[in-house]
């Protein structure tokens, strides 16, 4: 697959603002800071797309981006970010619950995990909540430029580890800035899209 159309659709809380036309779809999770909005960028080679941040936390919202007018990336707000207010922590939860239930188009989840730490209890529960839905699962362990090549497939084998991740979910080193893993999450994408 190759990208030559991406852009921005809407930002939503609730279905009734999720875009009206019905695309197959992607959706992106992950923890605040781990790098979902560079992917997408990354993925789409338009550097302001998806807005990044160096402060966590900036994502609160359900972004959809039209990608070659045939499916949508979904950009999900990340979890665990401790300094958000505690009323919006608990409304995301709800957020998600519908979103999962309503949006009926979702063929492929992908999960970054940030590929320098452990996964969390929050990540491997995310992780076990995506398996049990029955749609393909994409583990993104991102960030692999901060490592040493030797490091990388040692990280990759303890997050597939820590998460109990099944074989037949892949498990991609990825780094935005170097687009590395751009080539298989895309062709991944089109065996689950098209």
């Not at 875009?19 to 979902?36: F, H």
């Not at 076990?128 to 084998?157: E, F, H």
């Amino acid at each position: 697959m190759e990208i030559t159309k991406a852009q921005f659709v809407t930002s939503a809380v609730q279905p009734g603002q999720y875009p009206e036309e019905i695309l197959p779809a992607a959706a992106m999770v992950g923890r605040s800071n781990v790098g979902k909005s560079s992917c997408i960028n990354a993925l789409t080679m338009r550097k302001g797309l998806a807005r990044t941040s160096s402060d966590p936390g900036k994502t609160r919202l359900i972004n959809f981006y039209r990608i070659n007018d045939a499916f949508y990336l979904i950009d999900l707000p990340g979890y665990g970010y401790a300094r958000a207010s505690k009323s919006e922590q608990k409304s995301w939860g709800p957020m998600m619950e519908r979103f999962f239930s309503e949006y009926s188009a979702l063929r492929c989840l992908i999960q970054l995990i940030d590929v320098r730490h452990a996964p969390t209890a929050q990540d491997r529960e995310t992780f076990r909540w995506l398996i049990s839905t029955g749609i393909p699962v994409l583990v993104l362990a991102t960030k692999v430029d901060k490592l040493g090549k030797s490091k990388i497939p040692p990280r990759i084998k303890e997050i597939r580890r820590a998460l109990a991740s099944p074989e037949t979910v892949p498990v991609l080193p990825f780094s935005a800035p170097k687009r590395q893993g751009v080539k298989e999450i895309l062709a991944f994408l089109d065996t689950v899209v098209s």
